[in-house]
Nanobody, 125 residues
Framework: VQLQASGGGLAQAGGSRRLSCAASELTFSRYSMGWFRQAPGKEREFVAAINWGGGSTSYADSVKGRFTISRDNAKNTVYLQMNSLKPEDTAVYYC???????????????????WGQGTLVTVSS
C-alpha cells in the first residue's frame, strides 16, 4: 500500500493550496481518508477526514470554513483544498487511510492503518 501526498510548497498568508494524496494497491473506496499535520516542535494533529463514500466529513475547529476535503474514488485520490491560509497552518501534512467509517472515529490518528510520507506546507506572513 502506498499513499503519495503532493501539492505542498510555499504560500502567502491569505493564499490557497491544494494537496492531493494518491493511493495505490489499496481498495480505495473501502477506506475513509484523513489529513493530519505536524508543525515543528508540536504533536501531530487531526485536520480533516472523509468517509469512504464521501458523504460524511469532519474538520478540526482550526480549519473549519477554510479547508475542504474531497475524494475521487475513480482516481483513488483524496484532496485537501486549503484557503485563507495562515502562518499557523505551516506544517508537514500527512494523508492516512482507515477502515473505520463513522466520522466520530476519524479524528483519532491511531485508528488509521496506512500513512503517506507527508508534504510540507509553509505559509509566510
Amino acid at each position: 500500500v502506498q499513499l503519495q501526498a503532493s501539492g505542498g510548497g510555499l504560500a502567502q498568508a491569505g493564499g490557497s493550496r491544494r494537496l492531493s494524496c494518491a493511493a495505490s494497491e489499496l481498495t480505495f473506496s473501502r477506506y475513509s481518508m484523513g489529513w493530519f499535520r505536524q508543525a515543528p516542535g508540536k504533536e501531530r494533529e487531526f485536520v480533516a477526514a472523509i468517509n469512504w463514500g464521501g458523504g460524511s466529513t469532519s474538520y478540526a475547529d482550526s480549519v473549519k470554513g477554510r479547508f475542504t476535503i474531497s475524494r475521487d474514488n475513480a482516481k483513488n485520490t483524496v484532496y485537501l483544498q486549503m484557503n485563507s491560509l495562515k502562518p499557523e497552518d505551516t506544517a508537514v501534512y500527512y494523508c492516512a487511510a482507515t477502515t473505520y467509517q463513522s466520522v466520530r472515529y476519524l479524528e483519532t490518528g491511531r485508528l488509521y492503518d496506512y500513512w503517506g510520507q507527508g508534504t510540507l506546507v509553509t505559509v509566510s506572513s
